[in-house]
């Protein structure tokens, strides 16, 4: 039984001297085996601790030896183990907390003497010097040749990239990766993203631009990156489309998507209140979605898009009169703010309410509204704007809903009373 952590060891007699410990943990391995007396020729189980500074480790005795054991942060790779001779504290940190409990259910044993059969012992000899180097943090791997194939990525890693390697998939071996908080996979081949992704409870940052991305999916937007993630780089890529999910992930604040295949914007872009940087350059974008007036960015960078300039005389009307009795019941749920779901409605209609769009009268249209285009100066949402096109312009044209005609009619007189003035 072996264990890779932080070990301080607390003499508790050295207050009585006047001394103090030093405090300072060192990365060791701890092993629990059995070894032969020269004098009695028993065989005892021990606790071996290896450090850098002491790799032929030291030894202490475990059967009757330990007072108690301290757990109570056992989940976090934290515990102290209490040895009765010599009076010292043995406090472990920055353990699997897995690995951490079957080693600590192992000395529970050895302390007992019962069972030792079935103790998963080792031999206590000398460890290498890489198993009691300092825990990496960070790894860069910018050739195929260097890829990591028949080693695991050490699971301390908080910055990891991989980069002109031709991966065409994510590496499965990346989701043990509990602590990282950056994965640079830029200049790939990757054409998708598993789900599992998700599952990297720290990531704060996620790099994937010049890939073959087609996609990205929903079950991302509702994953843990939601609450983490803060930089988002997905440019040059195939992307025709992100899903309305996507605005899910409110922590953004960096976001690029340069260089896609992008026709549409997420319905509720401005549900990204902390987004301050965005790019989109170099896209299929004719319209910004009505929502990105709410946007309060720092750099907006737009250029290289077809937009074309807006005229609020054309418009597309889909309304009946009177209005259906589903789509009065969806605006009601919208503006009444009702919980909804596909347990308590049906998914078409959960669907339709998730990119339901609001009038300028604050009320909501789902599947009846007029639709038309203004122009919007995209300076009122950004402090920097990048020129949308050759001819040094920053205005782009953002879409608009109307719930009825009385609101449409309305919003023209406005158009109007400005054109004469």
């Known amino acids: 039984m072996k264990l890779q952590c932080d070990v301080e060891l607390i003499n508790r007699l050295l207050p009585t001297y006047g001394m103090k410990n030093r405090g300072k943990g060192a990365r060791a391995v701890l092993s629990i085996g059995r070894h032969v007396d020269k004098t009695t020729h028993r065989n005892t189980i021990y606790l071996m601790i290896c450090t850098a500074k002491d790799r032929s480790g030291s030894k202490y005795k475990l059967k009757e030896n330990i007072e108690t054991f301290f757990t109570r942060f056992v989940e976090e790779g934290k515990a102290t183990v209490r040895l009765r001779d010599p009076s010292l504290d043995i406090c472990l940190s920055k353990a699997d907390a897995n690995g951490l409990k079957n080693f600590l259910s192992a000395a529970r044993l050895a302390h007992r003497g019962s069972d030792t059969d079935s103790l998963p012992l080792s031999t206590l000899t000398p460890v290498r010097a890489r198993d009691v180097e300092k825990p990496k943090k960070k790894l860069t791997v910018v050739s195929k040749k260097d890829y990591p194939l028949t080693s695991n990525f050490p699971y301390s890693l908080e910055q990891l990239q991989v980069s002109y390697c031709k991966l065409s998939r994510v590496d499965m071996r990346m989701f043990s990766l509990k602590a990282l908080r950056r994965l640079d996979l830029s200049n790939n081949h990757i054409k998708k993203l598993p789900a599992t992704i998700g599952d990297l409870g720290c990531l704060a940052e996620l790099i994937l631009h010049n890939n073959h991305l087609e996609s990205f999916s929903d079950a991302l937007c509702l994953s843990s990156l939601q609450r983490t993630l803060q930089h988002l780089d997905l440019s040059q890529n195939r992307l025709r489309a992100l899903p309305s999910q996507f605005c899910q992930l409110r922590e953004l604040i960096n976001l690029k998507l340069d260089d896609n295949k992008l026709v549409w914007l997420p319905f509720r872009v401005g549900h990204l209140s902390k987004l301050r940087f965005l790019s989109a350059a170099h896209n299929q974008l004719a319209l910004l979605p009505g929502d990105f007036r709410k946007l309060t960015l720092e750099n907006l960078d737009l250029f290289g898009n077809p937009f074309t300039p807006p005229n609020p005389l054309d418009h597309t009307m889909q309304l009946t009169f009177p209005l259906t009795l589903q789509e009065m019941a969806s605006r009601a749920v919208a503006d009444l703010r009702i919980p909804y779901g596909p347990r308590l409605i049906p998914f078409h209609l959960c669907r339709d309410l998730d990119v339901a769009e609001i009038c300028d009268c604050g009320r909501t249209c789902v599947n009846y509204y007029i639709r038309t285009a203004v122009s919007i100066n995209l300076h009122l949402v950004s402090h920097t704007v990048v020129l949308?096109?050759?001819?040094?312009?920053?205005?782009?044209?953002?879409?608009?809903?109307?719930?009825?005609?009385?609101?449409?009619?309305?919003?023209?007189?406005?158009?109007?009373?400005?054109?004469?003035r």
């Not at 050759?390 to 044209?397: E, K, L, Q, S």
Request: aromatic share 10%.
């Open 388 to 420: 949308v096109d050759d001819m040094g312009g920053t205005d782009a044209p953002l879409q608009r809903h109307f719930c009825s005609l009385s609101c449409y009619s309305e919003f023209l007189d406005q158009c109007l009373q400005r054109g004469l």
